[in-house]
T-cell receptor, first 112, second 114 residues
Framework: KQEVTQIPAALSVPEGENLVLNCSFTDSAIYNLQWFRQDPGKGLTSLLLIQSSQREQTSGRLNASLDKSSGRSTLYIAASQPGDSATYLCAVKPQGAQKLVFGQGTRLTINP | EAQVTQNPRYLITVTGKKLTVTCSQNMNHEYMSWYRQDPGLGLRQIYYSMNVEVTDKGDVPEGYKVSRKEKRNFPLILESPSPNQTSLYFC?????????????FGPGTRLLVL
């Protein structure tokens, strides 16, 4: 059974810092991995999708990497801003499954 | 604007009173699904649909029903809600059934069952 873990559960950093969020998964048989952002009381916004054959994806100040063999992904946020404060969720799509398996999320706070 | 919409956004009801949460997408997506989000348990899939008239159970289907009569709509039905179905519900859709798809989520429906 695929399990996804995100550490830490919460992170607070000063504005302007670069930071890394971590995601690990137990089964490397995945189609893809997706990072989402969730604001309080809001839905999930897709940030980046990495296919199983890819190593990384970039969008603006965000860079996500995938090491499928070790079951790890990282989301790098450069030059953090208060508007980046949100919960970040990692989800994998297991091979042969029609669903996403989510981690519990990292609640990120950027302090001005 | 491409989007997934859900209605209602907030709902308070009583045990046993049937309710339906609607979900609609305007992206001509084949695949749609429902998730619930609970503290400490994260997001878990309830049901999914690969196309019109094709639905299947997810990880936590008990107490829920779905239908997919049209491609754009995928309602979630609680025929006899119970307090343990109090949760935040999300509908999602994606274009392809294969591996190369991004899933798009609706804004969520917060349900309280008294």
């Amino acid at each position: 059974k695929q399990e996804v873990t995100q550490i830490p559960a919460a992170l607070s950093v000063p504005e302007g810092e670069n930071l890394v969020l971590n995601c690990s998964f137990t089964d490397s048989a995945i189609y893809n991995l997706q990072w989402f952002r969730q604001d309080p009381g809001k839905g999930l916004t897709s940030l980046l999708l990495i296919q199983s054959s890819q190593r990384e994806q970039t969008s603006g100040r965000l860079n996500a990497s995938l090491d499928k063999s070790s079951g790890r992904s990282t989301l790098y946020i450069a030059a953090s801003q208060p508007g980046d404060s949100a919960t970040y969720l990692c989800a994998v799509k297991p091979q042969g499954a029609q669903k996403l398996v989510f981690g519990q999320g990292t609640r990120l706070t950027i302090n001005p | 604007e491409a989007q997934v919409t859900q209605n209602p956004r907030y709902l308070i009801t009583v045990t046993g009173k049937k309710l339906t949460v609607t979900c609609s997408q305007n992206m001509n997506h084949e695949y749609m699904s429902w998730y619930r989000q609970d503290p400490g348990l994260g997001l878990r899939q309830i049901y999914y649909s690969m196309n019109v008239e094709v639905t299947d159970k997810g990880d936590v289907p008990e107490g829920y029903k779905v239908s997919r009569k049209e491609k754009r709509n995928f309602p979630l039905i609680l025929e006899s809600p119970s307090p343990n179905q109090t949760s935040l519900y999300f509908c999602a859709s994606s274009l392809k059934r294969g591996r190369e798809e991004t899933q798009y989520f609706g804004p969520g429906t917060r349900l309280l069952v008294l």
